[in-house]
């Protein structure tokens, strides 16, 4: 049985950081692209990074650039998300999903490459 937990969430000050993770079970974790994803309330599903397999093999979306940073431990099943210098409009539900599947190449921040879902955990940035 395919398991994602997400952990980390909370209430957080704009400019602070948070490190987000999903532990993972029920699958080969080092073969399986892992990606995270948010929703801001009244907004759709809005992928963030994605990494497949390794840490060399990763993909932010445009708008992620440079404060976010995905990363896993193969050893410990999990994929962590950073994100530095928080702001007010980052505050959504944070999930992590994986592919039905093994990928091979590049993974995509595209929720539709994605079968398993967590149920999320919630970031809220205010002062």
């Known amino acids: 049985q395919v398991q994602l937990v997400e952990s980390g969430g909370g209430l957080v000050q704009p400019g602070g950081s948070l490190r987000l993770s999903c532990a993972t079970s029920g699958f080969r974790f080092d073969d399986r692209a892992i990606g995270w994803f948010r929703q801001a309330p009244g907004k759709g599903r809005e992928g963030i990074a994605c990494s497949n397999r390794s840490d060399r093999n990763t993909n932010y979306a445009d708008a992620a650039q440079g404060r976010f940073t995905i990363s896993r431990d193969n050893a410990k099943k999990t994929v962590y998300l950073q994100i530095n210098n928080l702001k007010p409009e980052d505050t959504a539900v944070y999930y992590c999903?994986?592919?039905?599947?093994?990928?091979?190449?590049?993974?995509?921040?595209?929720?539709?490459?994605?079968?398993?879902w967590g149920q999320g955990t919630q970031v809220t940035v205010s002062s």
């Open positions: 999903a994986t592919r039905l599947n093994r990928l091979v190449g590049a993974c995509r921040t595209d929720a539709s490459d994605y079968f398993y």
